[in-house]
């Protein structure tokens, strides 16, 4: 079994900055992407960032652009979220995700991913 857990969440002022990490465990699985997505309350879960793990393509959406970056430690078979100048709009759960194998979908969406994490609270006051 896979397991994903995110850590890093917290509570942050506008401007701050935050870095969440998320850790495979488990058997050894090998990944095609990994993403970041976000769910804030009464909201759908939409997307963040994904890579894919051979190449490190990184893919971001608009409203995170330039202010986040995923990376990953394949040593530590982590992959990691710094958020920087945070917005209140930007609080939400945050998930990592896993997908373990190419099925031609769109890594900017939650259908190619396999497994998830439990989730991490992120919280920007004002």
């Known amino acids: 079994q896979v397991q994903l857990v995110e850590s890093g969440g917290g509570l942050v002022q506008a401007g701050g900055s935050l870095e969440l990490s ?8 090998s990944r095609y992407a990994m993403g970041w997505f976000r769910q804030a309350p009464g909201k759908e879960r939409e997307f963040v960032a994904r890579m ?5 393509n990184t893919y971001y959406a608009n409203s ?3 202010r986040f970056t995923i990376s990953r430690d394949n040593a530590k078979s982590t992959v990691y979220l710094q958020m920087n100048s945070l917005k209140p709009n930007d609080t939400a759960v945050y998930y ?3 997908a373990t194998y190419y099925s031609g979908g769109d890594y900017s969406t939650e259908i190619p991913y396999n497994y998830w994490g439990q989730g991490t609270q992120v919280t920007v006051s004002s």
């Open 22 to 29: 998320c850790a495979a465990s488990g058997r050894t699985f």
């Open 52 to 56: 894919y793990w051979t190449s490190g």
């Open 64 to 66: 995170v652009k330039g």
């Open 96 to 98: 990592c995700a896993a």
